[in-house]
């Protein structure tokens, strides 16, 4: 076959959501094939088991069972599953830790492009992220919580806990790990900000995110910066002083 296709269920509560992702996948991602609809979370159980699909676009908020139950219901998911959501706060958090993929409404061509091409790269090898994704829902002790990082070799799955630091590069992010271990990602730091401010994370400068925990002091001279539990130095921008000592303070 010259053309890989996946065949595609999709689950959400609003019949006009359906139907605009179905014409959009049709007119913009041929190597979808939509074999299935659902409108709640127990027809599209009976969807999954029918069908048996390669991928699943999934809304996080319905009615009754939402998204997230529908996953923790079933005993296995030999599928891909990209997210559909309006705005779901912890949801979205638990799911953008998974390093799994998600599209917000509306949902844009590029956006859906993209997802669908990194499902078909990954296919059948998202079995790491949804386990994951299954214990942040279930509610683990917060220490325990893990962030997918995904590198040009694998997804790794690092307790947050471990990260001392976060540096840019461009649109790279450089995780520094306790233990002297650095992993690159290919998202800018921005994207993890909102991700890892519930755990003790803070901006101190435009290409350095920290962890509060490892923070040794905080050094007026030579301009200001963070002096870290490993010995680095992080720089502390001027317009961010203010929030700096917010976090150190409020922690």
């Not at 990209?82 to 949902?107: E, M, N, R």
């Not at 030579?222 to 929030?243: F, I, M, N, Q, W």
Request: aromatic share 8%.
């Amino acid at each position: 076959m010259d053309q890989l296709t996946l065949r595609a269920v999709l689950i959400d509560d609003e019949q006009h959501n359906l139907d605009n992702l179905s014409r959009m996948l049709e007119a913009y991602c041929p190597q979808i094939t939509v074999v299935a609809t659902a409108l709640n979370a127990m027809s599209g159980r009976v969807a999954l088991e029918q069908f048996n699909p390669d991928l699943v676009f999934l809304d996080i908020q319905m009615p009754g069972e939402s998204g997230l139950d529908l996953l923790r219901s079933l005993k296995g998911y030999g599928f891909d599953v990209i997210f559909v959501t309006a705005f779901d706060q912890y949801g979205i958090q638990a799911v953008k830790l998974s390093a799994l993929d998600y599209l917000l409404k509306p949902i844009h061509i590029d956006e859906l492009r993209s997802a669908v091409s990194k499902a078909i790269s990954r296919r059948g090898s998202n079995r790491a992220q949804m386990d994951n994704l299954m214990q942040l829902l279930r509610q683990q002790p917060r220490d325990d919580h893990r962030i997918g990082l995904t590198t040009l070799r694998e997804t790794r799955f690092v307790p947050v806990r471990q990260v001392i630091r976060l540096e840019s590069s461009n649109n790279y992010s450089h995780f520094y790990l306790e233990g002297g271990e650095r992993l690159t990602t290919s998202k800018a730091i921005h994207e993890y900000e909102d991700m890892l401010a519930g755990y003790g994370f803070f901006r101190c400068h435009q290409s350095h995110l920290v962890n509060r925990r490892f923070v040794r002091s905080w050094v007026k001279e030579d301009g200001g910066y963070l002096l870290l539990e490993d010995g680095t130095h992080v720089p502390v921008s001027r317009h961010k002083k203010s929030a700096v000592h917010t976090a150190l303070n409020n922690g």
